[in-house]
Structures are given as structure tokens and as C-alpha cells.
């Protein structure tokens, strides 16, 4: 049973930075690729950020050049480090595989982006 537990959301101005983590369990960051995903109030969920299994990256550009994502294999968690949050960056932020599978959803970790 594969498990990703998200953390690190919270309450930060325009401007600010915050970083997001998300635990996985087993060795399912060794053989797929992870994807941040967020949900925008009254909005579906989308990808923004994504690691290959040979750490290659992509980005939504609505997200390029502002957002980092990486993975630290001996503590099995991958992190969103996100600068410069912008209020439209608002959302609950999720991680998965990707491409993702509706059974690996988790609760994910609110981020609220003041102006």
C-alpha cells in the first residue's frame, strides 16, 4: 500500500516562501516519477511540478522560475520549495505519482497566499 503524506502548507504573504514535503512509504520514489499537484478553490486540480525517476524536472509555467522541486531518496521524501507565492498560488497542494493513480491521493496541505 503506497502511502504519500504531505506537510509544510500554511498561512504566508505575497512575496514569501514556504516549502512542502511529501513522505512516501516503500520504494515508490525509486520507481516513479512524483508530481506536486494543487487544487485552487473552485478550480480542478492540476499538476505544477514533477520529478523523473533520472531527476529531470518540469514545471507549469505559471510556476517557472518561482518553484523548485526535489527529492532526497534516504529520507524518502520529495519537497516543493515555492518563492515568491503569489495570492493565485492559493490552494491544497498534493503529491502522487505521475502519471497520477486516484488510489494514491492523500489529504494534503493547504497553502494560503495573503495580498
Known amino acids: 500500500q503506497v502511502q504519500l503524506v504531505e506537510s509544510g502548507g500554511g498561512l504566508v504573504q505575497a512575496g514569501g516562501s514556504l516549502r512542502l514535503s511529501c513522505a512516501a512509504s516503500g520504494s515508490i520514489l525509486s520507481i516513479a516519477s512524483i508530481g506536486w499537484y494543487r487544487q485552487a478553490p473552485g478550480k480542478q486540480r492540476e499538476l505544477v511540478a514533477r520529478?523523473?525517476?533520472?531527476?529531470?524536472?518540469d514545471y507549469a509555467e505559471s510556476v517557472k522560475g518561482r518553484f523548485t522541486i526535489s527529492r532526497d531518496f534516504a529520507k524518502n521524501t520529495v519537497y516543493l520549495q515555492m518563492n515568491a507565492l503569489k495570492p493565485e498560488d492559493t490552494g491544497v497542494y498534493y503529491c502522487?505519482?505521475?502519471?497520477?493513480?486516484?488510489?494514491?491521493w492523500g489529504k494534503g496541505t493547504l497553502v494560503t497566499v495573503s495580498s
Open positions: 520529478i523523473s525517476i533520472s531527476s529531470s524536472k
Open positions: 502522487n505519482v505521475y502519471p497520477l493513480r486516484v488510489d494514491y
